[in-house]
């Protein structure tokens, strides 16, 4: 399931949303068994990790064929920049989020950014995607770069804009 989720990130986002330009598996030093890399038009770049919970009654391990539903509505994409032409985390999860239902993906449920959760919002933020069997998906922000820098060795302190 994190296997296909990371291919189709790679293969659907770009073409979703028009200010990302590439997305690619996240690999190398330091990378999680899954992630991302996305790359926006200004040349910034977010590194998501991608971690994942099995949809009810299904065993680790277990062949599974993919879950199919109904398309998301797609919602407008938000603006990505701010009037410095820079990004923030904040910005960047609705930008993401509104780009997964552009997608067509008939797995997915539901997509949602960390801090627009109802309840608590979260204090780090990501995307949560809801697969229609019930499986789950977290895509936890873990580095952030401005363009021309690397992405640093600090996982998770983000900076405020990049």
């Known amino acids: ?7 189709f990130c790679v293969q659907a986002l770009p073409s979703s949303g028009p200010d990302i330009t590439a997305v690619q598996p996240w690999q ?13 038009s200004s040349g910034s770049r977010l590194w ?7 949809a009810p009654g299904t065993q680790a391990g277990e062949a599974t064929t993919p879950p199919s539903g109904a398309v998301l509505e797609p919602v407008p994409l938000p603006a990505l920049f701010d009037e410095t032409g820079t990004v923030s985390p904040l910005r960047a999860e609705a930008y993401l989020t509104a780009a ?3 997608t067509d993906s008939t797995e997915i449920a539901q997509a949602y950014g ?19 069997n019930g499986a789950r998906l977290y895509l936890p922000f873990v580095h952030t770069a401005k363009a021309e820098q690397d992405r640093g060795r600090s996982p998770f302190r983000l900076q405020s804009s990049f």
Request: net charge negative.
């Open 100 to 102: 997964l239902t552009h």
């Open 28 to 40: 190398g030093d330091d990378a999680p068994t899954y992630g991302i890399t996305v790359t926006f």
């Open 114 to 132: 960390y801090s627009s959760r109802p309840g608590q919002p979260a204090q780090h933020p990501g995307l949560g995607v809801i697969l229609h």
């Open 1 to 7: 399931m994190l296997d296909r989720f990371t291919q």
């Open 48 to 54: 998501l990790q991608i971690t994942g919970g099995l």
